[in-house]
């Protein structure tokens, strides 16, 4: 089992930047793809990136526009989402989230089903 915190969230001006981090425990990290989520009140939860777990493999949903990268850091169990040109519309809570089943298994990542998540870091875009 691995355990994942969040951190990093804040507030922040509109078209600033923030770097999230999620650090993990328990279980080897590298075992893990990660995946970053976020999920606004009454709406579903939306994947965000993800990433393999040797980092050589990375997924973006189409509507971040290119502003969201996401890295990892292996000797440190760290994975990373760094946000440029934040929007208000970004406000909401992040999850890191985390799924043992290798990236090539999954038919389709942006439905992938991640079985592994943090408590989440609150984002607020401030207009």
């Known amino acids: 089992q691995v355990q994942l915190v969040e951190s990093g969230g804040g507030l922040v001006q509109a078209g600033g930047s923030l770097m999230l981090s999620c650090a993990a425990s328990?279980?080897?990290?590298?075992?893990?793809?990660m995946g970053w989520f976020r999920q606004a009140p009454g709406k579903e939860r939306e994947l965000l990136a993800a990433?393999?777990?040797?980092?050589?493999?990375?997924y973006y949903a189409d509507s971040l526009e290119g502003r969201f990268t996401i890295s990892r850091d292996n000797a440190k169990n760290t994975v990373y989402l760094r946000m440029i040109s934040l929007k208000p519309k970004d406000t909401t809570v992040y999850y890191c989230?985390?799924?043992?089943?290798?990236?090539?298994?999954?038919?389709?990542?942006?439905?992938?089903?991640?079985?592994?998540w943090g408590q989440g870091t609150q984002v607020t875009v401030s207009s």
């Open positions: 990433i393999s777990r040797l980092g050589g493999r990375t």
């Open positions: 328990g279980r080897t990290f590298s075992s893990y793809d």
């Open positions: 989230a985390a799924d043992s089943v290798p990236w090539a298994a999954v038919p389709d990542t942006s439905s992938r089903d991640f079985k592994h």
